[in-house]
């Protein structure tokens, strides 16, 4: 069975999430096991056309998205719901590009290989302390929303995984309904990924 990391990288006025990725992809190859650090990114064309031979030696698989849901965006965020569909891996654990792996994660993968979605639900700064502020996070308390975050998430290649990122198209696609039906003050004018997921 596959197993690897997955992560979107799409450029973005002055940020390069590509680069973020680079490094993110290095750091996981420094630190966990040579099977099971396969690290695959997801572009869009215009940061494809910022590969490098340092990006190709690092990434095992490099992979321009077809349909670019955030092509007129400035958040691009609408292209998580493609993940699914793009993976290579039998099991994945989609990151964000903005992360670094600081220690051998290889525990998870047998902790979570009977799981079909495994969600990441607290969050932890660089020094290891539990976050608990809760003022980015008010929009999840007032719409009652499950506390989960996108950035770190395991999934597997199935029909209710399927669904599940099948539904998050539905609600992008027509997020001004759902934002304005079931979330409580949201000011989004673009979907955001954990709000979507939740």
Excluded at 16 to 44: G, H, P, W
């Amino acid at each position: 069975m596959s197993l690897g990391y997955l992560c979107i990288a799409q450029n973005s006025g002055e940020i390069n999430y590509l680069r973020m990725a680079y490094l993110q992809a290095l750091s996981c190859k420094l630190t966990q096991l040579k099977e099971l650090s396969s690290f695959s990114v997801i572009v869009d064309s215009e940061t494809y056309d910022c590969v490098e031979q340092k990006h190709i030696n690092v990434f095992d698989n490099i992979i321009v998205l077809k349909n670019d849901l955030a092509k007129n965006s400035k958040v691009k965020m609408q292209n998580e719901c493609q993940v699914f569909n793009y993976s290579p891996y039998k099991e994945t654990i989609k990151t964000e590009a903005d992360m670094l792996f600081t220690s051998n994660y290889t525990h998870l993968w047998d902790a979570w290989h009977y799981n079909k979605f495994q969600f990441c639900s607290s969050v932890y700064t660089y020094d290891g302390h539990l976050i608990t502020d809760r003022s980015q996070r008010k929009l999840f308390d007032d719409s009652l929303l499950p506390d989960i975050y996108s950035a770190w998430t395991f999934f597997v290649y199935d029909l209710e995984c399927k669904a599940f990122y099948d539904t998050m198209r539905v609600i992008i696609d027509d997020w001004d309904y759902y934002r304005d039906n079931y979330l409580i003050n949201c000011r989004y004018d673009e979907p955001r990924t954990d709000e979507v997921y939740a």
